[in-house]
């Protein structure tokens, strides 16, 4: 019914999908997550809106055949369906600050597992603190206190993505599914912002707020499909891949605050071979 494959979303700024300033005005300003582990997201209604305003911007004149027609109104039947659907993005690897380490990229077997399914890698068991990289201690420190480093599991290289830049430079954690949340609001980016008012040194009414991110180099991934029939007869992943203009890797922007620096993207779309 649907041909399969994924994307894989490098940060390369801070990336903030959640609340904007107006929403909550004085208070910190989310993003959003997941419900189960409490790591950051991005909703598939982000990346679709995202994906089809830059094939919009490519003049292909592709758009409505993948995305759908919009209702044109007092017209019976007007509108279609899309032809390629997509999921939230979820955290593969978070870099959290270590001062023994300093760098390690941090996630958890419930993270592991959804990039295992979407990938179509063999079934693998994730053991809370095994590790794989180079290691300066057997304990890590972070805020929270110390971790040990137990087993080192050198099939956990093949859960870093191939096209991550400086793949190899960093120590790759497990933690317990219960832990991941703490550890990754360790490792937010945080900011205060503020707006002044024009004649004098004074925060506009409602213009001074804190955000938070995503920091640079999080690794993530969401599933994406392709519907195999379309109105046109067989529907190709090469064809979508060509309409889109990606052939390795894209620049692409997430989420608020993008004129100040956030949002910067590498994303890379794979096509699951079916077994």
Known sequence: MYQKAYGI????????VGASAGEESGNLNL?????FTQTGIIP????RGRFRADMRQEKTGQVDNWYGQEA???EKDSTTEALVKFEYASIV??????????????SCPALLRRYQKITNKPMKEFKPYSYYGKKTSSTLFFNLGFLPLKKEDK?????????????????VLIVNDSEISMIHDMALYRQSRVALEA???????GAFFDVEALPEGTIMTFPLALKKDGQDGLVQWNKFVQDFKISANKDMYFGGLESIGFGRTKVTLHAVEEK
């Open 44 to 47: 598939g209604s982000s990346i």
């Open 199 to 205: 004649n004098q040194k004074k925060a506009k009414t």
């Open 72 to 74: 044109i109104p007092n």
């Open 9 to 16: 979303i490098e940060t390369l700024a801070p990336l903030h």
């Open 31 to 35: 993003i959003f997550r997941d419900q």
């Open 155 to 171: 099939e956990l290289k093949d859960y870093i993505p191939e096209e991550i830049s400086n793949r190899n430079e960093y120590l």
């Open 93 to 106: 690897w978070i870099p959290v600050y270590c001062p023994n380490q300093p760098v390690v990229r941090v």
